[in-house]
């Protein structure tokens, strides 16, 4: 079982940036963030297997970078130009193996860190 930890979220202005941190227990394969907005559903944000492979929601993309640091067992979501439409409860997910950007994929979720975006 591997636990996940964020930090990070806040209250933001508009074009702002913000960085998330996630820290893992033990050793995953791929590591995702996603988010959700009050009354919708939870999206995927941003995904990292191995080493540096990355896949981006198009809402995200040339925004946001997702890093890992294997040796550390921690990721980070570096957040810029943060919009309105950003706001919502970041989560980071884990798994043990090669995952989509498809929650269902995913073992391990931590708790979740609000991000909120004022206009």
């Known amino acids: 079982q591997v636990q996940l930890a964020e930090s990070g979220g806040g209250l933001v202005q508009a074009g702002g940036s913000l960085r998330l941190s996630c820290a893992a227990s033990?050793?995953?394969?791929?590591t995702a963030w996603f988010r959700q907005a009050p009354g919708k559903e939870r999206e995927f944000v941003a995904l990292?297997?191995?080493?540096?492979?990355?896949y981006y929601a198009d809402s995200v993309k040339g925004r946001f970078t997702i890093s890992r640091d294997n040796a550390k067992n921690t990721m980070s979501l570096q957040m810029n130009s943060l919009k309105p439409d950003d706001t919502a409860v970041y989560y980071c997910?884990?798994?043990?193996?090669?995952?989509?950007?498809?929650?269902?994929?995913?073992?391990?979720w931590g708790q979740g860190t609000r991000v909120t975006v004022s206009s």
């Open positions: 997910a884990a798994a043990p193996s090669y995952s989509r950007p498809n929650a269902r994929d995913y073992n391990y």
């Open positions: 033990g050793r995953t394969f791929t």
């Open positions: 990292i297997r191995g080493v540096a492979s990355t």
